[in-house]
């Protein structure tokens, strides 16, 4: 009988180690090996090499984007900063890059595949003012959203 209940006690506390090592294993390789818990902490848009939007980590948005009717901007590519202020781009490709505008039909977003996944043009539709909400879609949702980058589409003078 004590061999028994010896035994019962030892397969327990055999279960117990295995099942502490098997959660600790998945949940170091799951960060090591996934790649979706990106640390994004705030963006910059550049257009020709030169930041015109920029929220950096912890701090205020600066910058807006300002057209006339018709206008197309350059090619503005969006990089991401992680806690530390460094510039990355997901190289997952389950991200991929979204937007929203407050106020539709002022500026329209142009996407093409052969300016890259992170890049865009904006094109001036109509007098007026909106924000744009810069997204980091993953699988059905956003995991980043900027704050509203103020587009300013006014006539020439």
């Known amino acids: 009988m004590k061999n028994s209940t010896l035994y019962s006690i030892f397969k327990t506390f055999f279960t117990i180690v295995l099942l502490i090592s098997v959660a600790a294993a998945c ?3 799951a960060s090591s090996e996934d790649d979706h818990d990106e640390d994004f902490d705030g963006f910059r848009l550049k257009m020709n090499g030169t930041t015109i939007v920029e929220q950096l980590p912890e701090q205020s948005l600066t910058g807006e984007i300002e057209l006339a009717p018709g206008e197309e901007t350059d090619l503005i590519t969006v990089y991401f900063l992680n806690h530390d202020g460094d510039e990355f ?3 997952d490709n ?3 890059l979204g937007y929203e505008f407050d106020d539709e039909g002022i500026v329209e977003f142009e996407q093409h595949a052969e300016d890259g996944r992170w890049s865009f043009h904006l094109h001036a539709e109509a007098k007026g ?3 744009m909400h810069i997204k980091v879609m993953h699988g059905g949702h956003d995991d980043f959203t900027s704050s509203g980058i ?3 589409v006014e006539a020439a003078e």
Do not use: G
Request: glycine share 0%; no cysteine; net charge negative.
């Open 27 to 29: 949940s170091n390789s």
């Open 89 to 91: 781009q997901p190289q």
């Open 94 to 96: 389950e991200y991929s």
């Open 129 to 131: 003012v909106t924000d």
């Open 150 to 152: 103020h587009v300013h």
